[in-house]
């Protein structure tokens, strides 16, 4: 079954076109939106954007209109979704709206204006941790709630997996806006090469990544500065390298650069916070390093790490093999939304509680199946895969 479908953002802090996520990086909001209107649109749906585009122009299967050019919305599904600059919707009041489902879709946990004005289905949320967060503080009751993950940009992994013996050992990444923790991955660096001067920090992304003014780094060894940086020239950047730096204090609501750098054969070492905990499997397919991520001990203990796996070529593989094959394709979870809308649109009948779905580990409720895993229906929990009966 297809549907007709339009994902509208009253966002205006920054102006682009669909092809701006594969030319110029910009922030994980603006490239879910696009990605996933992308991905909706291979399976056969009728998709529409309105959002701060300049004009009117259609790209991979999907119509993109601007916001001034919009007040009237007549469609099966639409999709509410602000993730920067003001966080307002107050904006949909002014629209006629003729939906047989409503969704408003979050990106993070600063608190959406104008919510209590959306009359709306469903929330849906990138993350576990983001569902608890709109749970208990924003108010939303939790049969109105979903997680459904944000996703990498389909990358075939057979060319992740051969470039496995090309890699730089000692090339490192860190992409994201400064104020994540590029101090920190600079520390690590300082830290890596005062044991072994190869260590190099490749840094992509900026202030411009939120709509702030772009800023060229302070020279440092070691380190080089690229900027804004198009998705399709970060994936051929990122199969050089071996790690990502992602430590942190900020709790990140999920982090796609994290799953990105994941699938293209990076092994990434974050900080337990928010999401993180959800996507890395600490020992498995990653790293968590626990602790305030500009102390001195905690770059201690990244560096170490990160210098131990540079140094056993058998062990990083296996790490990298994992993380390659543990992210989600923008194709698996465009068919859990699409599920979802099934399932919702039907009347939300019951999910049969039996020993193959199991029930949910947070509340016992009844899982709904779908492509990317399980979904209670009683309190939106998103489980990957069935909790072990031992």
Not at 17 to 46: C, F, M, S, W, Y
Not at 88 to 109: F, H, K, M, Y
Request: net charge negative.
């Amino acid at each position: 079954m297809s549907y007709s479908v339009t994902i509208y953002s009253p966002d205006t802090h920054l102006v682009y076109e669909a092809k701006t996520p594969d030319r110029v990086g910009v922030g994980g909001g603006l490239t879910a939106r696009i990605r996933l209107a992308q991905a909706l649109a291979a399976i056969g749906n009728k998709m529409t954007v309105v959002a701060n585009v300049p004009r009117t122009h259609m790209y991979r299967g999907v119509l993109h209109k601007p916001l001034s050019e919009v007040r009237r919305i007549d469609s099966d599904i639409l999709i509410l979704n602000t993730s920067g600059g003001a966080l307002d919707l107050s904006p949909v009041s002014e629209l006629e709206i003729r939906a047989r489902l409503t969704q408003v879709w979050v990106q993070g946990t600063i608190p959406v204006k104008a919510l209590d004005q959306v009359d709306f289905d469903y929330l849906v949320a990138p993350s576990n941790f983001v569902r608890e967060v709109v749970q208990q503080e924003w108010r939303v009751h939790p049969d109105r709630l979903c997680v459904i993950y944000n996703g990498y940009q389909t990358i075939n992994r057979r060319i992740a997996l051969r470039a496995m013996s090309r890699r730089d050992p000692f090339r490192m990444v860190y992409s994201s806006h400064p104020s994540k923790g590029l101090e920190a991955a600079v520390g690590v660096l300082r830290l890596l090469r005062s044991e072994d001067s190869r260590f190099e920090l490749h840094v992509y992304g900026g202030n411009g990544l939120w709509g702030g003014e772009q800023q060229a780094m302070a020279p440092e060894s070691g380190v080089f500065d690229h900027g804004l940086t198009g998705q399709q020239s970060l994936a051929r950047e990122s199969l050089k390298s071996s790690f990502a730096i992602n430590l942190q204090t900020r709790p990140e609501p999920f982090g796609i650069v994290v799953v990105e750098a994941m699938a293209y054969g990076n092994i990434v070492v974050a900080s337990p916070v928010g999401a993180y905990e959800e996507i890395v499997h600490h020992g498995y397919d990653g790293f968590l390093v626990p602790g305030d991520h500009l102390a001195g001990d905690t770059l201690e203990r990244a560096a170490s790490l990160i210098l131990q796996l540079a140094r056993n070529d058998s062990f990083a593989e296996y790490i990298r093999r994992n993380a390659i094959c543990a992210p989600l394709s923008w194709d698996v979870l465009a068919q859990a939304w699409q599920g979802q809308w099934e399932w919702a649109l039907s009347g939300r009948e019951r999910v049969e509680d039996n020993a193959f779905l199991g029930s949910c580990s947070e509340c016992s409720g009844p899982q709904l199946a779908l492509a990317d895993g399980y979904h209670c229906t009683d309190c939106g929990r998103y489980n990957r895969a069935l909790p072990s009966s031992s």
